[in-house]
């Protein structure tokens, strides 16, 4: 079936860091790759999607490139502030005849000052 | 604050019983999700509703049922209830029936512990 490996956590950053988390998939098909961020005692938010191959996501300064030969959505970030900190899942979608949502495990991520 | 709501915020309960979730979309928004987050079996997708008819299913246990009603509110039912059962569970909506690319709002959840 489809699964989503994140790299796993916690990552600890100083501010100003860069940042990558890594994301790789195993999909049939053709799905939409997402990063959702979670902060502490709230739901998840959107924080970028691809729907195909190559199409590169962005939001906050984050973001990801859907590498379909190499199977990944790898999260990055130029310069991470404090604010960043909270928890990364990585996820999957596809339509078609069965629809459905596969996460990763998520990352947290922690920027010391 | 994402405009979708869930009640209650808490809730404990003793296995075997019955709980009832609810959860109200966005304005506007058809479709209703919900997921379930567990330390063991981390963030899965249960079921999704578009306009009062079922759209998608992931993990969903037979114990565990969902309805979307004419105005749209979803409840999750969960049913003989076990220890493994304690989870915090989140309510999504959005704007079509795409989980593929349609953008979903996530609500604050609803903290399921079972005693």
């Known amino acids: 079936g489809d699964s989503v490996t994140q790299m796993e956590g916690p990552v600890t950053l100083s501010e100003e860091a860069f940042l990558t988390i890594n994301c790789t998939y195993t999909?049939?098909?053709?799905?939409?790759l997402f990063w959702y961020v979670q902060y502490p005692g709230e739901g998840l938010q959107l924080l970028l999607k691809?729907?195909?191959?190559?199409d590169k996501g962005s939001n906050k300064g984050f973001e990801a490139t859907y590498r379909k030969e190499t199977t990944s959505f790898h999260l990055e970030k130029g310069s991470v502030q404090v604010s960043d900190s909270a928890v990364y899942f990585c996820a999957l979608s596809k339509s078609g005849g069965y629809q459905k949502v596969t996460f990763g495990t998520g990352t947290k991520l922690q920027v010391i000052p | 604050d994402s405009g979708v709501t869930q009640t209650p915020k808490h809730l404990i309960t003793a296995t075997g019983q019955r709980v009832t979730l609810r959860c109200s979309p966005r304005?506007?928004?058809?479709?209703v999700y919900w997921y379930q987050q567990s330390l063991d079996q981390g963030l899965q997708f249960l079921i999704q509703y578009y306009n009062g008819e079922e759209r998608a299913k992931g993990n969903i246990l037979e114990r565990f049922s969902a309805q979307q009603f004419p105005d749209l509110h979803s409840e999750l039912n969960l049913s003989s209830l076990e220890l493994g059962d304690s989870a915090l569970y989140f309510c999504?909506?959005?704007?079509?029936?795409?989980?593929?690319?349609?953008?979903?709002?996530f609500g604050p959840g609803t903290r399921l512990t079972v005693l």
């Open positions: 999909a049939t098909g053709y799905p939409s």
């Open positions: 999504a909506s959005s704007l079509g029936s795409q989980i593929q690319s349609d953008t979903q709002y």
């Open positions: 304005s506007g928004d058809l479709s």
């Open positions: 691809a729907t195909k191959a190559d």
